[in-house]
């Protein structure tokens, strides 16, 4: 047993990139689950829209808009494009999805809002894959080379290895750059919750009925939160996106949203760090249990007929999903929760 | 949930559910286990990851045959010739791969033999095959000539056909779906698996059990005998497998709403909390299907090949014919059932209004414990009928889900007669909907959820549900 490697993907789990793309979601997901009871399940839509939002304006739009060939012959660089990219990955493509998603659903009891959501999300992943829009979206293949702008910004040797040997270079920027975003958006959720907006919102989960007669729109504060919450996604879809230099249909399955809620529940819906917590804590158990089990395979600890190398991915997601239920059902206020606070009834 | 018992239990229920949990993994794994070990032993052991796939033709008389000695490169993105299979007597092939990620097969068609070609020429390069980190993903190479259509065919009649028939096996499942919502107000986001269950099952005893090799039942009493259950004829087809099926399947529901659902309900958890247990259950048993019985596809042995059957306007293969007077039959006796019977008028009493049922002295529990019994049963008739006419895969019933729920949504959610009118519309609205040139046909289940969002914009309670106020 390499208890080293074990260690070492336990504590990358904890720290690592995955853990920020996940953390950042969850923050968006706190947003309209924790504070205004918004049952989303679609927030790996709005990272598919955070990822494919640079993409598709870096790799797609950008040779069209600047070719000779292309049709408004521009010579905008490739760093600009960036920086509008990453504006329509965290602003425009949200906004508009939110919107999309929001208005037929969001006058409607939460069940229909979960269906919907997730329906939206396969709507959304199933075009990307269409074949019909490869020259934008790429199809199942997806998109790449839209990172080179972010990664020229590294001061790390690429070949290099950081922290531990943990990261190599450019791995180790990402984790850096991504850990400033996390600070920031914990700091933002923070100072929006204590506003006056932010105390609507809870008013709006508490008793929606009890705001709309104190004189505020609830669907407007919910509309705005899902927006809000879904900029969110998109950041942590497009950290992602930029890890992988890929963004692809398939890393946006709904699986990748329960991943989110699994964060969210865990760490406790209705409090500001809980999502960091509870994506750090997932990550860690998540990378503890496949490397511990994938060397009990690899030391024939255990026979092939009850667990071969290949099913050791799927005991993940079997851990995840009975997490989910168990802690919705005995725990829904999570580790750091408050009950009282997380006392939704059906509405 | 809306709860009748006042005083919370003293049993802890969730000792109860993580037993009840492990009881159904460990039992899915010891029943499972032993006979899909075997199946699987040419799976890539070592490696994570695989693409595979069976190269299959019909000979003169319909049967299918495996093709030997066809050999497949697996190309990755960038050109690069990662692995070659060949195709083994009974037409199977499997390559390890060095990661996941896309890769290209290609059939070396040299290597064909004589007299055997792809239906598609121009397919001889499959593009964009994903393979998914620790997973086997499979290929589908079609041999053969294409069904050559009949002049008299009008498309629009036979994608009527079609969507008839796969609108029917959604209101078979989703009927459930629908009744469950009907009487407990639980949003059930696991029953997808509840037809992927159905459709595994029937494979089992059709194709394992009732196969070669003899299996015993925890070596307590053999009797499966030259796969046939004490050597009685028929009891390897696939229809007797069927009949099995729904029996596990609705014995499932029952213990499932015993184990999981009845505790919580009388814990008082809210139906937010419990809609996010069904989804987290759902998750759970999706990936135990996988565990058991892996990524690729397959397809039951009865039934498989068949010509069409030439009705004038369309053709219908024999069992498609069967699936939809089959299915049109169950449904007609489920309809009767809610109509005539006491049980059925129980349950769309407390369907209705459960409080006004149960000072009616309706046994309200009761009512719930048959719901889910033929919710799940039914689901689960779904799921063999759904594997004949595509394959069995543990995704499937999650893929379905999402159609179940466009159709209940649309028929008016927790009425039994919506969820039928409702999944009918959403089966032909698929079919049909790739009349239309413009709408490229691997969108056309986009069609169907987008209809989902535009039902909810316009008529939330959906076309037979009361107008009530929903939000």
């Given at each position: 047993m390499d208890w080293v490697a074990i260690i070492e993907s336990t504590f990358r789990g904890l720290i690592g990139e995955q853990f920020i793309y996940f953390a950042l979601a969850a923050i968006g997901l706190n947003l309209h689950y924790g504070y205004t009871g918004l049952l989303n399940f679609g927030q790996a839509a709005f990272m598919a829209a955070g990822a494919y939002g640079m993409a598709i304006i870096v790799t797609s739009i950008a040779p069209r808009l600047n070719d000779d060939e292309g049709i408004f012959k521009l010579s905008i660089s490739e760093g600009w494009m960036f920086v509008l990219g990453a504006f329509f990955g965290v602003v425009v493509v949200p906004v508009v999805l939110a919107l999309l998603m929001g208005i037929p659903t969001l006058r409607l009891r939460a069940d229909y809002l979960a269906i919907v959501t997730i329906a939206v999300a396969e709507i959304i992943r199933l075009t990307l894959r269409s074949p019909r829009f490869d020259w934008l979206t790429g199809s199942s293949d997806g998109l790449s080379g839209f990172t080179r702008t972010f990664y020229d910004f590294s001061p790390f040797d690429p070949s290099g290895r950081y922290f531990f040997n943990l990261f190599i270079g450019n791995q180790f920027f990402l984790v850096l750059v991504g850990w400033a975003v996390l600070a920031l958006g914990v700091v933002l959720c923070w100072l929006v919750i204590r506003s006056p907006w932010g105390r609507v919102l809870k008013a709006v989960r508490e008793d929606e009925d009890a705001a709309r007669s104190l004189g505020k729109n609830a669907y407007s504060y919910k509309m705005q939160a899902l927006i809000l919450g879904g900029m969110f996604g998109a950041v942590g879809g497009m950290m992602r996106a930029i890890g992988f230099s890929l963004a692809q249909?398939?890393?946006?399955?709904t699986d990748v949203t329960f991943f989110v809620w699994v964060a969210l529940i865990l760490g406790g819906a209705g409090k500001v760090f809980a999502p960091v917590a509870g994506a750090a804590i997932l990550y860690a158990v998540l990378g503890f249990t496949d490397v511990f089990l994938r060397e009990l395979v690899a030391n024939d600890k255990v026979p092939d007929s009850v667990l071969s190398g290949t099913q050791v991915g799927q005991v993940r997601f079997m851990l995840m999903g009975l997490g989910l239920a168990l802690l919705a059902a005995f725990r829904p206020q999570g580790i750091f929760g408050n009950k009282e606070e997380m006392a939704l009834d059906d509405r | 949930m809306r709860s009748t018992n006042l005083t919370p239990t003293v049993q802890p229920a969730w000792l109860r559910l993580v037993l009840g949990a492990v009881v159904v993994l460990l039992g899915l794994v010891a029943v499972g286990g032993p006979a899909f070990a075997q199946e699987d032993d040419g799976g890539g052991e070592g490696a994570t990851e695989t693409v595979g796939g069976t190269i299959v033709a019909r000979d003169d008389t319909g049967e299918r045959v495996g093709i030997e000695g066809v050999t497949l490169q697996v190309i990755d993105a960038d050109g690069n010739v990662v692995g070659e299979g060949i195709t083994d007597a009974d037409g199977v092939w499997l390559v390890e791969l060095p990661s996941s990620g896309v890769y290209s097969v290609e059939l070396l068609v040299d290597t064909l033999p004589d007299g055997t070609s792809l239906r598609d020429p121009d397919r001889n390069i499959l593009t964009g095959v994903e393979v998914q980190p620790g997973t086997n993903k499979n290929t589908l190479f079609a041999m053969g000539d294409r069904q050559v259509s009949d002049d008299n065919t009008i498309v629009a009649i036979q994608l009527l056909a079609d969507g008839v028939k796969l609108g029917l096996i959604i209101a078979m499942c989703s009927i459930g779906l629908s009744l469950i919502f009907g009487t407990t107000g639980l949003t059930n986001f696991s029953h997808g698996e509840l037809v992927t269950l159905g459709a595994m099952v029937a494979y089992m005893f059709h194709m394992v059990y009732g196969g070669a090799n003899d299996f015993s039942f925890f070596g307590l009493f053999n009797i499966w005998s030259n796969g046939r259950i004490l050597g009685i004829p028929g009891t390897n087809s696939l229809i007797f497998a069927g009949l099995v099926s729904v029996v596990v399947v609705g014995t499932f529901g029952w213990l499932y709403n015993k184990i999981v659902w009845k505790p919580l309900r009388h814990k008082g958890t809210s139906l937010i909390s419990a809609l996010v247990v069904s989804i987290g259950l759902s998750i759970f048993f999706r990936y135990v299907l996988l565990f058991q019985f892996q990524g690729r596809a397959r397809f039951y042995r009865d039934y498989q090949v068949q010509s069409r059957v030439d009705l004038g306007w369309f053709s219908l293969e024999p069992k498609d014919i069967f699936i939809i007077l089959f299915s049109i039959f169950v449904l007609v006796c489920v309809g009767l059932a809610l109509q005539k019977t006491r049980a059925g008028k129980a349950m769309r009493a407390v369907a209705d209004n459960r409080d006004l049922a149960e000072s009616s002295g309706i046994d309200v529990e009761s009512v719930i414990k048959w719901v889910w019994i033929t919710g799940a049963g039914l689901a689960g008739l779904g799921g063999v009928l759904f594997g004949m006419t595509e394959n069995i895969n543990w995704e499937m019933g999650f893929r379905l889900l999402l159609l179940m729920f466009a159709g209940v949504t649309l028929g008016g959610l927790g009425t039994a007669y919506g969820a039928f009118l409702g999944s009918l519309i959403v089966g032909i609205f698929i079919q049909m909907v790739t009349l239309f040139d413009w709408f490229p046909s691997d969108m056309k289940n986009v069609g169907a959820l987008a209809t989902l969002v535009l039902v909810l914009l316009i008529r939330p309670q959906g076309l037979l549900g009361r107008s009530e106020r929903i939000g």
């Open positions: 249909p398939d890393n946006f399955i | -």
